[in-house]
């Protein structure tokens, strides 16, 4: 894959979250994605497959009022691309994390992306 046709998969990946765009997330993924979220140096979401993105992503909708991921900067180092990004959300209901609803999220973090099969095969988001 070009870092052109890679650069491509990953801002369709990303415009399709901000427009919490399920279906079009998942199209360009492989269908054996790895998924993980990691916070403050915990894991705290995984999935293995594209039916358990699927389901997370789901699950996720309803956290959030508002959502949006912006790239700030995109790179590569070695196989791997980098996304830089700033992410800012509003919750949209009380949590049992004691974050309250209304509250506004800003924060940076960074996305790596790997590719296997001209498809987006491991998916690590990092803040």
């Known amino acids: 894959m070009s870092p052109?046709?890679?650069?491509?998969?990953?801002?369709?990946?990303?415009?399709?979250?901000?427009?919490?765009?399920?279906?079009?997330m998942l199209i360009g993924i492989h269908p054996q994605v790895e998924f993980k979220n990691i916070s403050a140096g915990v894991v705290n979401a995984s999935t293995n497959g594209i039916a358990e993105l699927r389901a997370l992503a789901q699950q996720s909708l309803s956290l959030f009022s508002e959502r949006h991921?912006?790239?700030?900067?995109?790179?590569?180092?070695?196989?791997?691309?980098?996304?830089?990004?700033?992410?800012?959300?509003?919750?949209?209901?009380?949590?049992?994390?004691?974050?309250k609803k209304g509250q506004v999220l800003n924060f940076s973090g960074r996305s790596e992306f790997e590719f296997q099969d001209g498809a987006i095969s491991k998916i690590t988001d990092i803040s």
């Open 4 to 24: 052109t046709d890679i650069r491509a998969l990953v801002d369709h990946y990303i415009d399709a979250y901000n427009r919490k765009n399920i279906n079009g």
């Open 69 to 99: 991921q912006k790239v700030e900067s995109f790179e590569f180092q070695g196989s791997v691309a980098v996304a830089t990004i700033t992410f800012r959300a509003v919750v949209a209901a009380d949590l049992p994390n004691g974050l």
